[in-house]
């Protein structure tokens, strides 16, 4: 939306209403603004015209009549809560505007003010399945010299703010990715590729050029020594508090941190492995966070994934994790007894972040109660565990029981959602508030005699005492009745269809007293009930550094427990460059075929193997074997159990990927090119401790140039790179470089042929494999026989083809030399022109004319073994439309 763009109303016609509109909008051109009038919240000029589209809400005109109606849609103020949740959805801002007077006691135009702008990074969703998510805000600026970046953020709900400094542009956007990022302020000096790309993102960019100086910033930067990073802080801070308008006081301290202290996992290879998002769904479903989540806090669940985003690298930590994860899967029923207790447990985090924002209700704090009252037992179970492993745990866990007494004294268990209505206090705990209750309670009683005297008097007996807002207390009598009544001491107040209502000098006396101490009850009430908030307020520290101990506990728990009914072990962590897993798995498919159905394999790299070289048929294993190897390390490397009978791991700085996930048959090059960017970042960044995993890397171009480059990267990798690298392929001719390339290795995943079907082993042996079965694979897709036996006549013609090329022009062998000078050499560029005229290609009876040619060459350069079935299909396809031509 563009402010400018403002559709005003002219001057002359001009209401002071609107102009009070068109004054808050000026300050907030970029955001829909919700106008309070009443009970709706009214939306004018644009704002209307395209909040009624997103929001599908009748448009509607206000002085319809006169020259310059203006556009207006609104929304009950009940419901206003779903609307805005719609629109920050969908990347836009709100800004609420509220009546800060009651419109019955205002001089003129009502006073209104915005009381929050909500955006993408601030909103706070209750909803149960945000429950598990942070909703991160970014800071991002730039050092003076336009050197690196700092970054800042903050998670508004639970208070977590961190910092700090990022070297690149692609640095930049992995931290954003890992942060799910949906709103990023920034002072507006970006550079301008990087605008771009977080535009392409969806990324909302929100300026802010006034930086706040004021104590709470410089409360909340303490520990930061660096200027970049208070420079990114203080300016995340300053849009907090600009937009917000309110306490944040569950804000932590910022804390400084390094991407270098987590095992680096670029965004490709964060997706592609499927740690916390499931790549088709985009779903937690089927990703490892989704296998390992037991959790019962939704504290723990967002840790959890915190820690999956996040691996370490420092070893006595995980060792740390490992021990007491070892001692949970062995005290079962302690485990339980736990795991049932924190069930107890409420959003501690997100009850701190209401507290401090002022909007925590007296079931809130009940449900703090509540938490609070489980930490005893909590304690207890502890206290029962091995103390040379929980000991420092249990000293950080400050059960906060002082604040579990205050609200067990103050709230009433069965207080209101309101606020402002009474009920909240108990009896007992305030004296004046408890003689305004006896008043009431009198007062209630008072009235109930009355009646009682009155029906006697009268001998009415359906005479009745109500209560209404506008005329207070009165007697209602029926219309049948209205005769018995005595005209000098009743005064008739309203007229109903059936009725009369009536008054008395009598009934209004008392009423004054009773509707004076029922209000001044709950005006008391309120004023108690901010008190105790405020306490609590004041020991928000106290409870956040709870929340992340149970937290703790929480993920430890759920990690004992699924390394439990998974059958994990205890990775041993080792300081030599080896790999060796017995029996290892791949978690999530495990999961979904079923333990049985698994087939477990062995990883095994000594010091000296850099490269295991994986062949085997299409759909035998491969990926999967490689992704499980990578979801191990992760796992390891998270602190928890992994999935093998044992595992003996080095720990890895970074783990690359090119995995399958980019392949799209419709946009070859640009998935090439992705492959290609990938294989890059791998090769410029891999260091002796990192993983890389290459899965049928170069099968995206043509055979030849894919085959050469797949064998230059090896080659790379291997005299310059020593990262441990499985490099998955369908080229046979590759797995020929083990005779020249000392630290590669070949093996292969076994598949048999039985009655001319395939059958899968998806084991793991050493060696090449023999064949590559892709037509027997096509088979299995149910092609048509036909089709099949086609392709077998012309696999046996070109595999003849081959055999006499070799032999009669004295070609190079299938594979080059390893190269000194490790660029990419493409074959293709040096092969041989094909020969038109060879037997072998009459089947497309080709003649003169260059379709045929190209077609002819095509299928004379075409590796079966590097196609899909699918992909097979749609070359025919192709080929069939270029004869037809
Ligand atoms: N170790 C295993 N035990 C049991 N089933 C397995 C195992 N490994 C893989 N599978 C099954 O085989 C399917 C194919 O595996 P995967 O995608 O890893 O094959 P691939 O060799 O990489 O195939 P392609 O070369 O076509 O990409 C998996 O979806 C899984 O169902």
């Given at each position: ?264 996992l670029?965004?490709?290879s964060r997706a592609n492995l499927e740690i916390t998002t499931n790549l088709r769904?985009?779903?937690r479903s089927g990703t490892l966070l989704w296998l390992l989540d ?14 999956l985003?996040?691996p ?247 990690l004992?427990?699924v390394a439990?009914d998974y059958h994990f072990v205890?990775p ?7 790999i060796?897993i017995k029996d290892g798995r791949h978690p999530v498919v495990e999961k979904v075929l079923g333990h049985q159905s698994y087939v477990a394999n062995d990883v095994t790299m ?6 295991l070289?994986i062949?085997g048929?299409n759909m035998s294993g491969k990926s999967t074997y490689m992704r499980q190897l990578a979801l191990t390390v992760v796992m390891a490397q998270i602190?928890s159990f992994v999935p093998a009978s044992s595992a003996?791991l080095?720990?890895f700085?970074?783990i690359?990927t090119?995995i399958g996930a ?29 993983l890389?995993l290459f899965d049928e ?29 499985l490099?998955s ?18 093996i292969h995943v076994g ?9 899968f082993s998806h084991k793991i ?121």
């Amino acid at each position: 939306m563009d402010g400018k763009r403002g559709i005003m109303a002219k001057k002359a016609t001009t209401t002071p209403m609107m102009a009070q509109y068109n004054e808050i909008k000026a300050q907030y051109p970029d955001a829909f603004l919700f106008y309070r009038l009443g009970d709706f919240y009214e939306l004018f000029n644009e704002d209307a015209v395209k909040g009624s589209q997103i929001l599908e809400l009748t448009l509607t005109q206000r002085n319809k009549n006169s020259e310059n109606p203006i556009p207006m849609a609104g929304v009950p103020h009940h419901a206003a809560q779903n609307y805005i949740d719609i629109l920050v959805d969908q990347g836009y801002k709100v800004a609420v505007v509220e009546q800060m007077e009651n419109p019955a006691d205002a001089e003129g135009m009502v006073k209104r003010e915005v009381v929050q702008l909500v955006t993408p990074g601030t909103r706070m969703k209750d909803s149960a399945d945000a429950a598990k998510e942070n909703n991160y805000l970014v800071g991002l600026t730039m050092a003076d010299d336009h050197q690196c970046f700092g970054l800042a953020y903050a998670d508004l709900s639970t208070g977590e703010l961190k910092v700090t400094r990022v070297q690149t542009v692609n640095a930049v956007l992995n931290e954003l990715s890992r942060l799910e990022t949906k709103e990023i302020v920034t002072t507006g000096d970006l550079p301008d590729d990087l605008n771009a790309t977080l535009t392409n993102l969806g990324i909302l960019k929100s300026k802010q050029t006034e930086f706040l100086n004021n104590a709470e910033v410089s409360y909340l930067n303490q520990n930061l020594s660096d200027d970049l990073e208070i420079k990114t802080t203080n300016l995340l801070l300053s849009y907090l508090f600009t937009t917000q308008k309110r306490s944040l006081d569950h804000l932590q301290i910022a804390q400084p941190y390094e991407v270098a202290q987590f095992l680096k996992l670029d965004r490709n290879s964060r997706a592609n492995l499927e740690i916390t998002t499931n790549l088709r769904t985009q779903k937690r479903s089927g990703t490892l966070l989704w296998l390992l989540d037991n959790t019962k806090t939704a504290m723990g669940g967002r840790m959890l994934k915190q820690w999956l985003e996040q691996p370490l690298l420092d070893r006595s930590t995980l060792e740390q994790r490992y021990d007491k994860i070892a001692i949970l899967i062995d005290e079962y029923f302690t485990r339980v007894a736990l795991q049932e207790k924190l069930q107890q447990v409420y959003d501690l985090e997100r009850l701190a972040g209401r507290i401090a924002y002022g909007t925590a209700n007296g079931r809130d704090l009940l449900q703090l109660r509540n938490s609070l009252r489980a930490m005893p037992e909590i304690i207890d179970l502890l206290a029962d565990l091995d103390q040379t492993i929980f000991g420092d745990f249990i000293k950080q866990l400050d059960p906060v029981s002082d604040l579990e007494a205050l609200i067990t004294e103050a709230i009433d268990d069965d207080a209101p959602i309101s606020v402002t209505d009474g009920g909240l206090i108990k009896s007992g705990f305030n004296q004046q508030l408890d003689s305004y209750r006896k008043v009431t309670t009198n007062g209630k009683q008072w009235l109930a005699d009355l009646e009682a005297t009155e029906r006697e008097a009268t001998g009415i007996n359906s005479l009745k005492i109500g209560y209404n807002k506008v005329f207070g207390y009165y007697i209602e009598v029926t219309k049948a009745n209205i005769d018995k009544l005595d005209p000098e001491r009743y005064t008739r107040k309203q007229t109903l269809v059936n009725a009369e209502r009536f008054i008395t000098p009598e009934l209004k006396e008392h009423e004054q007293e009773i509707l004076e101490a029922q209000t001044e009850s709950s005006d008391l009430e309120y004023r108690l009930f901010v008190e105790v908030r405020d306490t609590i307020k004041t020991n928000i520290a106290r409870i956040q550094q709870l929340a992340n101990a149970i937290s703790t506990l929480d993920v430890l728990l759920s990690l004992a427990t699924v390394a439990e009914d998974y059958h994990f072990v205890r990775p041993e962590l080792t300081d030599e460059e080896t790999i060796d897993i017995k029996d290892g798995r791949h978690p999530v498919v495990e999961k979904v075929l079923g333990h049985q159905s698994y087939v477990a394999n062995d990883v095994t790299m000594s010091p000296d193997d850099l490269i295991l070289l994986i062949t085997g048929p299409n759909m035998s294993g491969k990926s999967t074997y490689m992704r499980q190897l990578a979801l191990t390390v992760v796992m390891a490397q998270i602190g928890s159990f992994v999935p093998a009978s044992s595992a003996k791991l080095p720990i890895f700085d970074q783990i690359f990927t090119r995995i399958g996930a980019a392949d799209d048959l419709i946009s070859g090059n640009s998935t090439f090119m992705v492959e290609m960017a990938e294989a890059n970042t791998a090769l410029q960044n891999a260091t002796s401790h990192s993983l890389i995993l290459f899965d049928e890397l170069g099968r995206g171009t043509a055979t030849y140039d894919g085959m050469a480059l797949a064998q230059a990267i090896i080659e790379y990798v291997h005299a310059h790179t020593h990262a441990k690298t499985l490099f998955s392929t369908h080229y046979h001719e590759l797995t020929e470089l083990a005779e020249s390339l000392p630290h590669l290795r070949n093996i292969h995943v076994g598949a048999t042929e039985e009655n001319g079907e395939l059958v899968f082993s998806h084991k793991i042996l050493d060696g090449p494999a023999d064949q590559s079965y892709g037509i027997n694979v096509a088979k299995l897709a149910g092609l048509p026989d036909s089709l099949i036996s086609r392709a077998t006549e012309i696999l046996h013609g070109l595999e003849a083809q081959g055999a006499s090329v070799n032999e009669t022009e004295n070609e190079p062998e299938h594979l080059a030399e390893p190269s000194a000078v490790y660029q990419a050499q493409s074959v293709a560029a040096v092969a041989e022109p094909v020969d038109t005229t060879d037997d072998q290609l009459d089947l497309f009876q080709i003649e003169t004319s260059q379709q045929s040619q190209l077609v002819a060459e095509e299928v004379q350069n075409l590796n079966l073994a590097a196609l899909t079935p699918l992909e097979a299909m749609m070359k025919i396809n192709q080929w069939q439309n270029q004869l037809r031509e």
